[in-house]
């Protein structure tokens, strides 16, 4: 296998790429992590992923006005140079201090930068404590330590875990906010692929966790930014083209909303196992212009599906991921079960 610099460009345009960029780079260039190589792997094998280390001094200041980023919590800016590393529409690490440091995606290149700078507004500044511009230090999103869930938890990181064989494409099980980012969705996650021993099921999880709270703001990437140049894992799987996706997720509204790009009638398959599984709580398929709908296509739960068309977005309300994570979790396994 060659050997490849871990990060790609993932090219030019902002959205494309996504679906192509896993093709031919593999697992080439990452620390393969856990105790099981990952040509051994079968579903039920769950492994980290650990991306090389990269760690590069920069100064953040404001972006200009008309970068569109003011107002943009969860975006930045980079140097050409920065972007060899970190391309557009990656993820990154920012850290100002020990304390301070969150996930920004990388939404525009300034080849005109001096080749340190890295540029964000106000909104996003705060994110890492501070209305002002500082130095601070790039490194990739994810933890370069294996961990153990706990180990993860204690340090406060964030990691990401896979488990696939490479002839899987029948489901892919997606929780991108696991951890305390939006709790429960990993363990659920989990719950489908265990109870779909031996079928065409891959798991692809990332979770999230702080010490002092405030998970979301440190980790949370929008389903439609999430990069497989910034996520190994989800990289070696970004190509497969799997017939269809499931992603949990977490929302504060009550109830359950389900979405994606899935066919109607596979949603109402899955509305109707859920509603059995929590009693009276709401259980609705997402209105056409439900901003949380699931539906766009940079969704990252639609473009891993093959064509694009069979992915379900499931947005879970805090009563429902606390007392019936779990009934959610087997429904969905229940409906897929049918399935692959
Ligand atoms: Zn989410």
């Not at 939404?107 to 500044?125: E, H, I, L, T």
């Amino acid at each position: 296998m060659k050997h490849e610099t871990f990060i790609r460009l993932p090219g030019t345009t902002h959205h494309i790429s996504r679906r192509e960029f896993g093709a031919g780079l593999g697992i080439a260039g990452f620390a393969l992590a856990a105790g099981i190589p990952h040509n051994q792997a079968q579903a039920a094998s769950e492994i980290q992923m650990v991306p090389i280390p990269v760690s590069i001094s920069v100064s953040v200041t404001s972006p200009y006005e008309y970068q569109g980023l003011n107002d943009d919590p969860w975006s930045c800016s980079v140097s050409g140079a920065i972007a060899n590393v970190f391309g557009l529409g990656s993820q990154v690490r920012v850290r100002r201090n020990i304390d301070n440091f969150a996930i920004y995606t990388v939404a525009d290149v300034r080849y005109q930068d001096p080749v340190n700078r890295v540029r964000m507004g106000s909104a996003a500044r705060q994110r890492v404590g501070t209305p002002n511009v500082f130095s601070a230090t790039l490194h990739t999103a994810l933890a370069t330590k294996l961990m153990s869930d706990t180990q993860a938890k204690n340090a406060g990181e964030f990691v990401e875990r896979i488990a696939d064989a490479p002839h899987h494409h029948g489901l892919a099980v997606l929780a991108p906010h696991g951890g305390v980012i939006e709790v429960k969705t990993d363990l659920q996650a989990r719950w489908v692929m265990d109870a779909l021993p031996n079928a065409d099921v891959s798991c692809w999880i990332c979770s999230g966790w702080t010490s002092e709270g405030g998970a979301h703001a440190r980790w949370h990437v929008a389903s439609t930014e999430i990069h497989p140049a910034s996520f190994p894992g989800l990289a070696t799987i970004a190509d497969r083209g799997f017939a269809y996706a499931v992603a949990f997720h977490g929302m504060n509204a009550a109830g359950v909303r389900i979405g994606g790009s899935a066919p109607d009638e596979l949603k109402e398959m899955l509305r109707q196992a859920i509603q059995s599984a929590v009693g009276g709580y709401s259980v609705e398929l997402a209105a056409d212009d439900d901003p949380n709908g699931g539906t766009s296509p940079d969704n990252i739960v639609n473009w891993i599906t093959a064509g694009g068309g069979g992915g379900v977005h499931i947005e879970q309300g805090p009563l429902i991921r606390s007392k019936y994570w779990f009934a959610v979790a087997q429904a969905v396994a229940d409906v897929f079960r049918g399935l692959v």
